[in-house]
């Protein structure tokens, strides 16, 4: 009987394991019809390894998580099942993604060099410019998860920025993050932080969150400075 539960147990996470690899071949496939099989490998694993940072720290903080899940021009996440228990956890498994994704980006801009094949400094230019994007102060982003150590209204700072990139380069992803985000906002505009709940979760020491902030800062800094040098490299203009 209990070789028959283990069994069955073994099978249940098997099967996770390949509901996750399903909706990443669908990803793969369907990037590849479009952008091309090369293209399309290249950018689902910046995705994979975007997404297994935030799995990597959520379970060493002892969180329960689940294997990425995959949708094609939506981008993938993990399914954490239990919530981080404050604000410092929540920030240290958000930040984990855009860090490991960006380490995964700068392997492929160094593999291809200046000159190497455009398709894989496309690559990294796709990996740096999402990761960047991904910090935007905005909840549901990784980024509105990361500056929640400073206060969840900064959430707000990040609507016009989000305004402004849909007005310069219109996209229906942005309307459907902002959605997302909507509940969010109205969160954050209803914020008080001297509720006691409140006041628990956000507690963080002022030297954890200067740290936090600034490998924030940093990080935000160099993916934009890395977009603008690899963008100009695939331009038509560099050729």
């Known amino acids: 009987m209990i070789k028959l539960l283990l069994l069955l147990l073994s099978g249940a996470k098997l099967g996770k394991l390949f509901a996750s690899g399903g909706t990443m071949l669908v990803s793969l496939v369907v990037?590849?019809?479009?952008?091309?099989?090369?293209?399309?490998?290249?950018?689902?694993?910046?995705?994979?390894?975007?997404?297994?940072?935030?799995?990597?720290?959520?379970?060493?903080?002892?969180?329960?998580?689940?294997?990425?899940?995959?949708?094609?021009?939506?981008?993938?996440?993990?399914?954490?099942?239990?919530?981080?228990?404050?604000?410092?956890?929540?920030?240290?498994?958000?930040?984990?993604?855009?860090?490991?994704?960006?380490?995964?980006?700068?392997?492929?801009?160094?593999?291809?060099?200046?000159?190497?094949?455009?398709?894989?400094?496309?690559?990294?230019?796709?990996?740096?410019?999402?990761?960047?994007f991904n910090l935007l102060p905005l909840s549901p982003l990784d980024g509105g998860r990361i500056t929640a150590v400073l206060s969840p209204r900064i959430w707000l700072v990040g609507v016009p920025i989000l305004v402004a990139l849909f007005v310069w380069q219109p996209n229906p992803m942005l309307l459907l993050i902002a959605l997302f985000a909507a509940?969010?906002?109205?969160?954050?505009?209803?914020?008080?932080?001297?509720?006691?709940?409140n006041a628990a979760y956000y507690a963080i020491?002022?030297?954890?969150?200067?740290?936090?902030?600034?490998?924030?800062?940093?990080?935000a800094a160099y993916l934009a400075f890395m977009s603008v040098r690899t963008h100009e490299l695939i331009s038509p203009a560099a050729q």
Not at 82 to 95: F, I, K, S, W
Not at 183 to 197: C, E, I, M, N, S
């Open 31 to 132: 990037y590849a019809f479009v952008f091309g099989w090369r293209y399309a490998a290249g950018f689902v694993a910046l995705l994979f390894a975007h997404e297994m940072g935030h799995f990597v720290a959520a379970r060493q903080r002892g969180l329960a998580v689940g294997m990425p899940t995959f949708i094609p021009f939506v981008g993938a996440w993990i399914d954490l099942k239990e919530q981080p228990r404050d604000v410092e956890t929540e920030a240290y498994v958000a930040l984990a993604g855009p860090v490991v994704g960006t380490v995964a980006t700068i392997l492929c801009y160094l593999a291809a060099g200046d000159d190497g094949p455009r398709w894989l400094l496309a690559v990294a230019y796709a990996g740096y410019f999402l990761n960047l």
């Open 183 to 197: 509940p969010q906002l109205v969160k954050a505009w209803r914020h008080d932080p001297k509720a006691p709940a």
């Open 205 to 219: 020491s002022p030297r954890r969150r200067a740290e936090i902030l600034a490998a924030y800062l940093g990080l």
